[in-house]
């Protein structure tokens, strides 16, 4: 390996491979041209608008004038990685004889997909963690939605409706339980009904109820933890963030879904409890008061999907920075994935005997507008 202009055709056969991974939040998001210029740990600051105040139109009466308070979200790129190195020598080479081009299209598939895996991975969980923070969620832990019915959308798209989000451009992304699950509706299968036959004939998700459809492989379990026996020490009121708890054992995780004894209201936790803890902090507040002694019900685990629309999350990435004038690399180019439209970078670094190649990408991402993303609980 002389330099990469031999294996740009590699890269790409690699590259077809991974774009048959389920791959949605991805390109969903909304994306930071200026984190591209900030190094690794360095803040960009993304404006929040605040809704506009009415006021009375008096004659006469100049109104006053006042600037306006914005708030904002802190975007940081949090990681810089890399693929596991693709080395090999020149007899490793020979012994592999006509092999050779193949088990490098497969080591390039490998470390793309591990790489793009990873962004979509951390896309979907603060997805997750963003609605949250933002008290928007529906469905019930441990059980797939679209059971019967679009019922569940229905209400999610309400959640939204009703925080005042974007009618356009909305995003459902799904893990692949709840796609099953919409797979095997037979009013989206009929072509009469659903008056397209992409589902039927290739799988493909037509739009639903106002959301563009996909699916990935970037959620995750979210586990409650291990907590047991709290019951509320103090009553708390409806607007509370914070509820004194007693008496239980074990811990209950951030994400989390609880219930105040038998009202059946859900709140989501928003900080981690540590074994013993003393205070439950919800995401959101309270929509009605709890009473002293209620007993607090922990949830089961649930896998999460999330419906949003894209400047709900910004996502930034950025080829590894390289000092002035470069570094040891013989030879670097850059890969761009169809599907998620990430680019990758490949980086050639001959050594004595041997040669290997990286492949590599920095990243970071944050939620932002968080009235605008819902967790749809699985």
């Known amino acids: 390996m002389n330099g990469l202009n031999g294996l740009i055709p590699v890269l790409y056969d690699a590259l077809q491979v991974v774009a048959r991974e389920l791959v949605g939040a991805i390109p969903a998001t909304s994306r930071s041209m200026t984190a591209e210029a900030a190094a690794v740990g360095q803040t960009v600051r993304v404006p929040i608008t605040p809704p506009s105040q009415n006021s009375d139109v008096i004659p006469g009466t100049m109104p006053v004038l006042k600037g306006t308070e914005f708030g904002y979200r802190d975007l940081v790129i949090t990681k810089q990685r890399r693929s596991e190195p693709i080395a090999w020598t020149g007899n490793e080479q020979v012994e592999v004889g006509g092999q050779l081009n193949q088990m490098i299209v497969n080591q390039f598939a490998q470390g793309m997909r591990s790489l793009i895996n ?46 005042g989000s974007p009618q356009t451009g909305r995003q459902l992304v799904i893990n692949t339980s709840a796609g099953a699950a919409l797979r095997s509706k037979p009013n989206l299968l009929s072509v009469a009904h659903s008056g397209d036959n992409s589902m039927l004939r290739r799988g493909v998700f037509a739009d639903l109820v ?169």
């Open 118 to 163: 990873e962004v979509e991975q951390d896309v979907c969980l603060e997805l997750i963690m963003g609605a949250i923070e933002g008290g928007n969620i529906y469905g019930t832990p441990g059980v797939t939605p679209f059971a019967t019915d679009l019922t569940d959308l229905a209400q999610v798209a309400k959640i939204l409706d009703d925080n």
């Open 210 to 378: 106002g959301f563009a459809t996909r699916q990935s492989g970037g959620f995750k379990v979210v586990s409650p933890g291990t907590g047991a026996g709290y019951i509320v020490n103090s009553p708390a009121a409806q607007g509370d963030s914070e509820i004194i708890v007693d008496t239980g054992s074990g811990t209950i995780n951030k994400g989390a879904i609880i219930t105040f004894g038998s009202s059946p209201e859900k709140y989501v936790v928003r900080e981690n409890l540590p074994s013993g803890g003393t205070i439950i902090k919800i995401a959101g507040v309270l929509r009605a008061d709890v009473a002293d002694n209620a007993a607090v019900n922990i949830g089961a685990a649930y896998l999460p999907s999330a419906a949003f629309t894209p400047d709900s999350i910004y996502l930034a990435t950025r080829l590894i920075a390289l000092p002035e004038g470069g570094d040891k690399a013989a030879d670097t180019y850059t890969v761009t994935d169809d599907i998620s439209g990430l680019s990758i970078q490949a980086a050639l670094y001959q050594g004595y005997l041997q040669n290997f190649v990286e492949l590599r990408l920095a990243w970071g991402q944050k939620a932002v507008n968080l009235h605008n993303v819902v967790a749809l609980l699985g």
